[in-house]
């Protein structure tokens, strides 16, 4: 994915302040937490589309839907102070129209589903939204990124697929949110397979990490994001790369676990990240995690690889008050995990 290549000192700067450099990495494939251009801000100096004409009144619902399902770079111009743009429906990323999609907030502009619906969705795999291979569920394109951007009031719940991702739903190609914050999301209550309050993702090209770098993910006094399982991220067979980012207050609600208790809906796994599959990473670099809940497994983080042939990771990073009330690993507070090993975690502090 293209970068901004005057970014890249200042996001190598924090890797080497949370003691994650190059040399500073575990012993497995694409070591996490050095220098990757993947993971920086994309060009936006050439927008496809500009919402807005410098009024907060310009900047519509319907005028962000529209230009999103246009494809191609979307920024905004909608006066000098911040903005709460509600949409109307989900904003639909068409697989034929890419194969960068970008929305940047310019750190001024907030999307709120209005506490009744998703705001963004990309799914490769759903013909409503243009097959373009054969291969649906490995397909590089579309390759999206929010950045600078908010999110607020997303609600997946009952939605298909799964209800899930309650902010971003996003099957295939690639994903990746920088710089962005995501507030009071939220997906179906219950279910041992859903997931994702604030992100959901599926089936990222070749098994390449989604990344979510310098984000935030809920705040305290009920600005927390909450599903089933993963109150802020979810994800089945995905790597993740999360870099110098904050969980705060994030819950995962369902009962009864995954397989589901008999007697019981299932889910209630993974606080803050929840991760299920086979032979994949999820990376933690210069992260906070604080009062993160789970009614099962994992209040900070729950991590399955089915096959343990996985890695969980986590350098520079505090992971501390994130209660488990089910279950979770000993010796490592608020995680449940399951994988190659243990959990690798280097200059880090996990505390109850």
């Given at each position: 994915m293209a970068a901004h290549g005057a970014v890249l000192s200042a996001v190598t700067a924090l890797l080497l302040a949370a003691g994650c450099s190059g040399s500073f990495h575990p012993p497995i494939p694409s070591a996490p937490c050095q220098e990757d251009p993947g993971a920086l801000l994309e060009d936006v100096s050439s927008a496809t589309t500009v919402v807005g004409t410098g009024t907060p009144a310009s900047c519509t619902g319907a005028a962000f839907v529209a230009a999103v399902e246009g494809g191609g770079v979307v920024t905004f111009d909608c006066g000098p102070d911040p903005v709460t743009i509600v949409v109307p429906r989900t904003a639909r990323i068409f697989n034929d129209r890419g194969p960068r999609v970008v929305i940047d907030g310019g750190g001024k502009v907030t999307l709120s589903g209005g506490g009744v619906t998703r705001i963004l969705y990309m799914n490769t795999c759903d013909p409503a939204l243009v097959w373009t291979t054969d291969h649906c569920n490995d397909q590089d394109t579309p390759q999206l990124t929010v950045q600078n951007v908010t999110f607020v009031d997303g609600n997946a719940t009952g939605l298909a697929p799964e209800g899930a991702g309650g902010a971003i739903f996003a099957r295939g190609g690639r994903f990746k949110a920088v710089n962005a914050r995501f507030f009071r999301n939220v997906c179906d209550p219950t279910g041992p397979d859903v997931g994702g309050g604030a992100?959901?993702?599926?089936?990222?090209?070749?098994?390449?990490?989604?990344?979510?770098?310098?984000?935030?993910?809920?705040?305290?006094?009920?600005?927390?994001?909450?599903?089933?399982?993963?109150?802020?991220?979810?994800?089945?067979?995905?790597?993740?790369?999360?870099?110098?980012?904050?969980?705060?207050?994030?819950?995962?609600?369902?009962?009864?676990?995954?397989?589901?208790?008999?007697?019981?809906?299932?889910?209630?796994?993974?606080?803050?990240?929840?991760?299920?599959?086979?032979?994949?990473?999820?990376?933690?670099?210069?992260?906070?995690?604080?009062g993160n809940t789970a009614r099962e497994g994992g209040g900070a983080v729950f991590y399955v690889s089915n096959d343990r042939s996985g890695h969980l990771w986590i350098g520079g990073s505090t992971l501390s008050g994130n209660p488990s009330a089910g279950f979770e690993t000993p010796g490592y507070p608020g995680i449940?995990?399951?994988?190659?090993?243990?959990?690798?975690?280097?200059?880090?502090?996990?505390?109850p």
């Open positions: 992100i959901r993702v599926f089936d990222q090209w070749h098994g390449l990490p989604a990344y979510v770098v310098g984000s935030t993910f809920g705040a305290t006094g009920g600005d927390g994001n909450s599903c089933s399982n993963g109150g802020a991220l979810s994800s089945i067979g995905v790597s993740w790369t999360i870099l110098n980012s904050v969980f705060v207050g994030n819950s995962a609600i369902g009962t009864g676990a995954n397989p589901a208790r008999a007697g019981t809906p299932g889910g209630g796994s993974g606080g803050a990240v929840y991760g299920d599959g086979n032979g994949y990473t999820v990376a933690l670099c210069g992260v906070s995690m604080t449940f995990y399951e994988g190659a090993g243990p959990p690798i975690v280097r200059g880090s502090t996990l505390a």
